[in-house]
């Protein structure tokens, strides 16, 4: 599907596409991993000795891989190219946040539903979303309870819940086609192109989505008051 997207995409080309063994036929500007966790490592070194920026788009692999990755080359660690699951991310932490504030206990979790063929459980976005209710609500890990179902064809459904006794909050994200997520790895091939360290997803969004939450985007006009004058303007 990626190198479907790339065929409408005047400003990219597919260098090569590669399965299982094979090796890189020519030097390209951005390689973009969708492989198996087995074969990050791999790949990093790759990267590393030839230069080429990276986007890793699998999950489950573990995070010594990076030890060099990064030092001549970008990489991007991106476990979901979609925006709107960064977007829900964010949502996450300010859920985790409320959950801190709130006058009485609250339990914190994430439900995630997959296709039967996933290998990974939990997904790389359950434990990214579990991570940013943690941090929001300052507590340990172990403290968000995170559930996996693999399903028929379902490509990808995440639901963070807040849960007390009076109330509940659910922020939920389902994915109806996987050309979402390559569309987001091109745009994420674009973004890492001749930076140089490791990023994540969250440095890729920063600049589309920061500006959604400071006060004055997120401050609501209050229904109850009357409307402000049109200023006229001579």
Same mark, same amino acid.
């Not at 849960?163 to 979402?180: G, P, Q, W």
């Given at each position: 599907?990626?190198?479907?997207?790339?065929?409408?995409?005047?400003?990219?080309?597919?260098a090569?596409?590669?399965?299982?063994?094979?090796?890189p036929?020519?030097?390209?500007?951005?390689?973009?991993?969708?492989?198996?966790?087995?074969?990050?490592?791999?790949?990093?070194?790759?990267?590393?000795?030839?230069?080429?920026?990276?986007?890793?788009?699998?999950?489950?692999?573990?995070?010594?891989?990076?030890?060099?990755?990064?030092?001549?080359?970008?990489?991007?660690?991106?476990?979901?190219?979609?925006?709107?699951?960064?977007l829900?991310?964010?949502?996450?932490?300010?859920?985790?946040?409320?959950?801190?504030?709130?006058?009485?206990?609250?339990?914190?979790?994430?439900?995630?539903?997959?296709?039967?063929?996933?290998?990974?459980?939990?997904?790389?976005?359950?434990?990214?979303?579990a991570?940013?209710?943690?941090?929001?609500?300052?507590?340990?890990s172990?403290?968000?309870?995170?559930? #996996?179902?693999?399903?028929?064809?379902?490509?990808?459904?995440?639901?963070?819940?807040?849960?007390?006794?009076?109330?509940?909050?659910?922020? #939920?994200?389902?994915?109806?086609?996987?050309?979402?997520?390559?569309?987001?790895?091109?745009?994420?091939?674009?973004?890492?192109?001749?930076?140089?360290?490791?990023?994540t997803?969250?440095?890729?969004?920063?600049?589309?989505?920061?500006?959604?939450?400071?006060?004055?985007?997120?401050?609501?006009?209050?229904? #109850?008051?009357?409307?402000?004058p049109?200023?006229?303007?001579?």
């Amino acid at each position: 599907m990626v190198a479907d997207a790339l065929e409408s995409s005047p400003d990219l080309e597919c260098a090569w596409q590669l399965g299982r063994g094979e090796q890189p036929p020519s030097d390209v500007d951005v390689a973009i991993d969708v492989s198996h966790p087995d074969a990050v490592a791999d790949h990093v070194h790759w990267a590393h000795e030839t230069a080429t920026d990276l986007v890793i788009g699998a999950s489950g692999w573990p995070p010594e891989s990076l030890r060099n990755g990064g030092r001549f080359s970008g990489v991007l660690i991106a476990p979901n190219f979609s925006l709107s699951v960064a977007l829900i991310r964010r949502f996450a932490a300010v859920l985790g946040g409320y959950a801190d504030r709130y006058p009485g206990p609250v339990d914190l979790a994430v439900t995630e539903t997959h296709h039967r063929a996933k290998v990974d459980s939990p997904s790389g976005t359950a434990t990214l979303l579990a991570a940013a209710l943690a941090n929001g609500a300052g507590r340990p890990s172990a403290d968000i309870a995170v559930s #996996s179902l693999r399903l028929g064809a379902v490509v990808g459904t995440h639901d963070v819940r807040f849960e007390s006794a009076s109330e509940s909050i659910t922020v #939920s994200h389902a994915a109806h086609s996987r050309e979402i997520f390559a569309d987001g790895a091109l745009a994420a091939a674009r973004w890492i192109h001749g930076r140089r360290g490791v990023f994540t997803v969250d440095d890729w969004a920063a600049d589309q989505l920061d500006g959604l939450f400071t006060t004055q985007s997120t401050r609501l006009p209050d229904p #109850s008051l009357p409307a402000a004058p049109a200023q006229e303007h001579s």
